[in-house]
């Protein structure tokens, strides 16, 4: 059976973990975790029942996949070497904005490399990850790559350039849907609703909406334009988010550089 090794066990490792023993893919019994303090790998098994350990050296010597799930700045601490191994261990980063160019430099070892960008919906096998090889895998480690990312949701290779741009659009898209969410909530409950009815009424309809968008295979500007009805309600709405420039908004929050 595949042992699955996460070197972190932060928020995006934690979603990841649980994406992965919740649809039954793999049992605690195949995953191991460390962090920096193991406070948060303690924390990580106590939640879910995969083992923690204090050597993260010990770990990559054994694991088929190694996840490196730390803080990007702690990557030039990382000195875990692999050892010979056939077929090499898959070597899987959640590292932002760390390129596999830098990984292959700081790594060492016989190893195969991917850089991935998650979302937190993967906690629930709902999740979409672009991916990138650094170089084609092994028939192995496809093989053990596709198994991993299926079970976190919907996955796609794609280039390093995209994968980079991809981060803004799916890894904080769904910060972005929840603060709009909680926005439609707070303003139903602003017109007299009750906090708790309003939040009811924002999350059910957004989360109709999103399975009817996937489940139709219409363009979300024409699911729009059934809503909004000439003269209408709905229009008259849309008018004034388009007034307060909302498009142009949602583009400078993924285009401005990140520095």
């Known amino acids: 059976m ?15 973990v649980r994406g992965l023993l919740k649809s039954s893919t793999y049992t605690p019994e195949d995953i191991s975790c460390t962090s920096a303090k193991n406070t948060s790998a303690q924390r990580l098994s106590a939640e879910t029942g995969i083992k923690a350990a204090p050597d993260p050296e010990a770990l990559t010597q054994s694991a088929d996949i190694i996840v490196l799930a730390f803080k990007p700045k702690n990557l030039p601490d990382f000195t875990a070497r692999f050892t010979d191994r056939s077929p090499p261990p898959l070597v899987i980063s959640v590292l932002g904005g760390t390129s596999l160019a830098a990984l292959k430099q700081q790594l060492r070892g016989p190893h195969e490399l991917v850089r991935i960008m998650p979302n937190i919906p993967c906690e629930e096998g709902a999740g979409f990850t672009p991916y990138t090889p650094e170089k084609p895998l092994s028939e192995a480690n496809l093989v053990r790559l596709n198994k991993f990312l299926s079970a976190l949701g919907t ?22 849907f929840y603060e709009f969410t909680d926005a439609l909530a707070k ?25 009817l968008l996937e489940a139709s295979g219409r363009e979300p500007i024409k699911l729009r334009d059934e809503v909004a009805s000439p003269g209408g309600i709905t229009e008259k709405m849309l008018n004034i988010m388009n007034d307060a420039d909302f498009r142009n908004l949602i583009e400078k929050i993924v285009t401005t550089p990140h520095n």
């Open 2 to 16: 595949t042992q699955i090794a996460f070197l972190g066990a932060g928020r995006m490792a934690t979603a990841m």
């Open 155 to 176: 996955s796609i290779e794609t280039s390093e350039a995209d994968l980079e741009r991809a981060t803004r659009v799916t890894g904080c898209g769904p910060a972005y």
């Open 187 to 211: 303003a139903g409950e602003a017109s007299g609703l009750s906090a708790k009815t309003a939040q009811t009424f924002a999350q059910a309809t957004l989360i109709g909406s999103a399975r």
